[in-house]
């Protein structure tokens, strides 16, 4: 990047077989990443309380990515199949309280997906930056 | 006490009189908010609204519903990791506060909180420091509700204990008294008409509007009815539709209790104390897990209880309830402590 | 007492021997306000009520009684909880006495508030389409659609959907459908950022007082609920805006599939908050998701404790 | 707390990319680090010893290692721990290396990401809890799906090595496709000499106990205490009494059976014992041709039966086994070239698959070793091989190798040459690929001693013209086009994922890759193993492969087995879920979603229901945690606390 760009906060909710794998792939291939996205691993998607990503996106977050095994392959057979579910429902949420859904993005990467990993986080990093930081909450002075 | 003088603001005035007021201090008056009336921060734009007695009490003005008692950091020794210490700072807000337009229930919720915060032994500092820097303006409630009961509890809509100025509206516009030094030191400084001429017919406002009450039940001998029930199945069967929310509570101008949390990030933090209700499970929840009250039938007793028996008691009969009638008002389940304290008087007889 | 209060006193008379205690209607302080009733004995059915004021959802109190054998009075609405807690395993059927009052709207004490003072009412009455409210100095008029709740101009559900004795005739479904979601689509037209400040300012009045999840029939944790616990610690017990964002967030994603539209969270909330539109939303997009409504079914189960390997209403994301 | 961090350079593998002494340095100021350091190569003996010594020396009871994946080395680091005497879950990774400093391009930046993973790993091990496996009796019985070459090695090892079997095969006899086969490369083994007395050692060990056609209804219960529910195909002949007299299928009137084990050339009988080396060997009815099934009359075999073992009303059965292990050896299937219209998508007879000319190469087979061409049963002269058909073939979404068909392409051809010395062979290929020992050789000397034309180019048409098949294709190397007329076509058809292989999988709760091949563990060090614990791979169910390394890797499965059962107790892994009684509120959530049925519901002392996590099925996926409302099921090691910490800790900076 040739301008200086302020980090965004990306914090990344990756399973441990697939996506955290992906992204370990991307490594060992070398395929460079910006550099904004944090990430916590978990064992699964379905360990991913969407509460996570409102809490997240509450405590500052720029971006929220979740990742999981592609469905039909989760490592615990059926966790994904629930994430899906449940961070569908919370992507058409999001948007009636006011936050920008495209903050949240989940999306599935496999452990020999290096290359896609690289492109789901150039792509969700570049779009982050395009909404710039996240609107704060004021407090209103009336406690 | 000092004696009483008057002053007289007509109703067209009003307006410059509430910016007057706002302008050295911190001014907090009660705003209509959708269906709901709380006190909020005045500012420009802010229009108050003293129709009716507001929905929430004013106690937040002075006990803040969340506010930092300290924040603290630790600090390590760069050389010995291992060494550290704590830095505290303390954290006392107290901006001199005005509170236009409580009622005389409002005012007097707060004599049961310096019962207990201003405490010789062991006064509260926080809210001690806001207590002195505050001043309540509060208005002779001339159309009190059907669930006001002020007067059962030893009030009524014209008491000016606990105020500072006491307003009285009249038909041109309102009558100014002070009641205490810090509020005739307050009038002096906003320039009003003198209003002895409107006396007689303040005093005739108020004596109307005390007459317009009923006391609903007598609180002779309640504290003894309550610990006679104490062990009996009354609260269960009574408060069967309580929800065991926090509504009557935090409305409630006389509850005062709270939490205290440390809530730290990193190597910092903050202590802080939070309102906390008697209604909820988790206020009585032990470090073990054991409950002494697990359900709302002794979370119920403990709030009649508190209010009109082990506070009066230790606090020479003051009866930690000021009968606004908030708690029925805006009860999610209808439950009503009249009733509650007829019905608990009823049973005391029967089990006589 | 009416013909139809004569009746469900009859009905619980007759069902006491059956339950440790009945929930019904009775009088409050004053003439709009009805409580829930708790009938242990048939002295108390002399406070026993069933008008347009009987607005409480009474399904509210199962699952703080989950061991007895309890009896309760629902309307239409009430009883899509009864239906959901069974569904879920929440409660035992067989522990239960349920009288189905069909119904035809309550009346929501807000929008009444909203337009007279209710302070001092003596009287109220039902006449065909009006409601008329006397108060000491006057009598007013209404048209009974302009006071009804939110949730009864869109009623698809007046007649109860599980009941063992149903006090009166099954009316059929008569509001338009199209409604339920007006307020969500209403609120949709603004902005972002404007819906961003809207809710910044509405949730700002939160006392966090708990009378929404309290009175919700689905909230089951109750005192176990995580608004209030520190282990898990997701939110602290400030009474700051972003704990009061996160505890409607909270109330909202844990009923996502289970709500049943009740309204009585709104209700409820001594601040006015309007957190049915955040109810109506989620319930909106499960509906959307996976053709499910909560409440109607005892054999389904809510569609986010379960999936489809192809779903057929969610894309893959594939970027 | 006392934590301790260590900061690895890799060498210049983090350290190029990351200021590593920086990270240290900020890591002292994060809570509760009492110590922090740099290294060059952490995962070295001399680093691991720095990190035992800093424990013992700084009473440290967390530690933090940033290095690489703690999916490379997460486990050497718990053990390196342990081994100073702190519980092994003490202990967290920030992986600095895949997902910083070989990713990122600006060293400042990797920095500070790298700072925030180690406060993040901080705060998380701050709330890690010291948890201690829990030991259970294990089920020292293996079974074995899939009776082929894989599954017979593995049955025999564990069966040799004191193991109660059972083996299941849906075939009527075991073998698998090595049975089928008339040589084995590159040594002209008779096939079914060397693999006829495995059969037999297999149908007559007394550990070894065989379920043939038969198929895997259910699997329940985790490694250690596996619960299968076998179905037993009905085979309409008491296999009790069955002596495998052979008396039936003289007798049948049914004739054009459709013989699986022949791949089609020939016709069976209904009633039919699939080879005379067949194990075990008893008959079975095919009710798709036995005339009493579709006329509802003959009967003949029942009447001539002298055991009286015909029995046509029999069912489906289903039967229970325990066992604590299980070896999937399911082998593989065949590409379905009538898919590819070009070469006549099956249409002509005399193109056929390279196991059709096996079996009309065997002596055993229909045309008793004779090699006669379908169409007139006459001796081909010209024989065209098309190599990798459903191969390396992205179009027809099989984009690998089969590993193994260059190989028996060279020896068909040679055995051509054998069979009929005046023919005349050609192989169409893509790149010769003959890897194994001896294989390269053996392909030059059918190129040199037996003079197939090996020629290198794709087949674009095969098509007929007059009794001759015509094969076009491309020579890549001489630039031009072919033109062969020939007597026979052998497709060369690739190896795909045994049909069936997905299903079974769900039910093993196995992984499978997009070819329906399974997914081992780790493609280099733990080739046999699954991700779920007690399920091992042998052969070509795991991705094509020749006999050799079949048989390796069958051998491989029951070493694996062996060496799990060589402790009386397993030990389960801690890091699952754990229900807090108080805050449970028995909503049953946690109950319904758990993809193993882990929890069930249990009655406290104080007679509260609530949820109970049986410790030996949770596998540690915490959905119940992400389901649970209270958060009183929480999974150990990946708590919400945790995980909030996690998020807290980045947001703090």
Known sequence: ?143 | MVMSMSWFIPENEFDIFVKNLSKKRRLFVPVKENSIVRFVEFKDGIKPYFEKQATSSAKNTIFPQTETLFRFEYKKDPKDLKKFSVEISETIEAPETVVLGTRPCDARGFLVFDKVFLNPKHPDIYYQNRREKSLFITMTCTDPEPTCFCKAVGSSPADSLGSDILITKVKDGFFVETITEKGEKLLNELNLKDGDAYSKEAEKVKDEANEKLESPFDTKGLSADILKLFNTNFWEKELAHCLSCGVCTYLCPTCYCFNITDETSDSEGERIRTWDACMFFHFTLEGSGHNPRPTKAERFRNRVGHKFSYFPDRYDGMIACCGCGRCIKSCPASVDIRKVIIDLKEAANESA | MTDREEKISELIKNELNNVDFFIAYGRGYDPIHVKPLFVYEEKDLDDLVMNIFCVHNNASYLKTVKDKKVGIVVKGCDSRAVVQLIQEGLINRDNLRIIGIPCTGVISIKKLKEKMDISRVTEAKVESDSVIIKTSDEEKRFEKDDLLADKCLWCQYPTPVIYDHLVGETIEPSRPKELEYKIVEEMEKEDLNVRFEYWNKELSRCIRCYACRNVCPMCVCQDQCVMESRNPHWISLKSNITEKVMIQLIHAIHLAGRCVSCGECERVCPMDIPIFKIKQKMNQIVEELFDYKAGIDLEATPPLYTFQVEEAKIKEREW | MRIGVFICHCGSNIAGTVDVKKVAEEAKRFPHVVYSTDYMYTCSEPGQLEIQEAIKKEKLDGVVVASCSPRMHENTFRRTVEKAGLNRYMFEMANIREHVSWVGVDKEANTKKAIDLVRMAVAKVTLNQPLFPKSFKVNKNVLVIGGGVAGMQAALDCADGGLKVILVEKNPSIGGKMAKLDKTFPTIDCSICILGPKMVDVGQHENIKLYTYSEIEEISGYVGNYEVKIRKKATYVDWTKCTGCGLCMEKCPSKKAFDPFNEGIAPTTAINIPFPQAIPKKAKIDPNYCRQFIKGKCGVCAKICPVQAIDYEMQDEIVTEKVGAIIVATGYSLFDHTKIKEYGAGKYLDVITSIQYERLLNASGPTSGHILRPSDNKEPKTIVFVACVGSRDKSLGVPYCSNFCCMYIAKQAILTKDHIPDSQSYVFYMDIRAPGKGYEEFVRRAQEEYGVKYIRGRVSRIFKRGDKMVVRGSDTLLGTQVELEADLVVLATGAIAEEGARELAEKLRISYDPYGFYIESHPKLRPVETNTAGVFLAGACQGPKDIPASVGQGSAAASKVLSLFSKDLLESDPQIAHVNEMLCVDCKKCIQTCPYGAIEEKKTPMGKIVASVIETVCQGCGLCTATCPPGAIQLQQFTDNQLLAEVKAFFHA
């Open chain 1, 1 to 143: 990047m040739a301008e200086e760009k302020k980090e965004a906060k990306i914090v990344g909710f990756l399973c441990n077989w697939c996506s955290y794998g992906g992204a370990d792939t991307a490594g060992v291939s070398r395929f460079k990443q910006p550099t904004d996205l944090r990430i916590i691993r978990v064992p699964c998607s379905g360990r991913v309380d969407p509460l996570f990503v409102v809490k997240a996106l509450e405590s500052g977050a720029d971006g929220v990515l979740v990742s999981g095994c592609h469905p039909r392959d989760c490592h615990y057979s059926e966790g994904n199949f629930y994430a899906r579910r449940r961070l569908e429902v919370l992507k058409r949420f999001l948007p009636f309280m006011g936050i920008d859904p495209n903050r949240f993005e989940y999306t599935w990467v496999s452990a020999s997906e290096g290359q896609r990993w690289q492109q789901v986080v150039t792509k969700f990093t570049e779009q982050i930056h395009n909404l710039g930081p996240a609107p704060k909450r004021e407090e209103k002075s009336d406690r």
